[in-house]
């Protein structure tokens, strides 16, 4: 079974930091593109970011680029996202998912149950 655990998330100000962790089981995940995902209150789900299953490309929202950072260790069977000078906007549920395939240009096929970012003063 594929599980995807999301850790990492919490209460943060404006201009903070914060780094998701998302632990991966059931399946080969070095084999797998992976990626994050986020959805705001009361707003629809919104993609962050890709990256592919040897980890060295990867993709951006817009709004993210030069503020987050994605990555994984294949060793450890994680995905990680740092996140740097947080805006309110930020503010979501974050959640990462599989790709059914080694690059982000697959659909996703697992979710995690998603993990609560807050930025506010």
């Known amino acids: 079974e594929v599980q995807l655990v999301e850790s990492g998330g919490g209460l943060v100000q404006p201009g903070g930091s914060l780094r998701l962790s998302c632990t991966a089981s059931?399946?080969?995940?070095?084999?797998?593109?992976m990626t994050w995902v986020r959805q705001a209150p009361g707003k629809g789900l919104e993609w962050v970011s890709g990256?592919?299953?040897?980890?060295?490309?990867?993709t951006y929202l817009d709004s993210v680029k030069g503020r987050f950072t994605v990555s994984r260790d294949n060793a450890k069977n994680t995905l990680y996202l740092q996140m740097n000078s947080l805006k309110p906007d930020d503010t979501a549920v974050y959640f990462c998912?599989?790709?059914?395939?080694?690059?982000?240009?697959?659909?996703?096929?697992?979710w995690g149950k998603g993990n609560l970012v807050s930025v506010s003063s």
């Open positions: 059931g399946f080969t995940f070095s084999n797998y593109a």
């Open positions: 998912a599989k790709y059914n395939g080694m690059t982000y240009y697959y659909a996703m096929d697992a």
């Open positions: 990256i592919n299953s040897g980890g060295d490309s990867t």
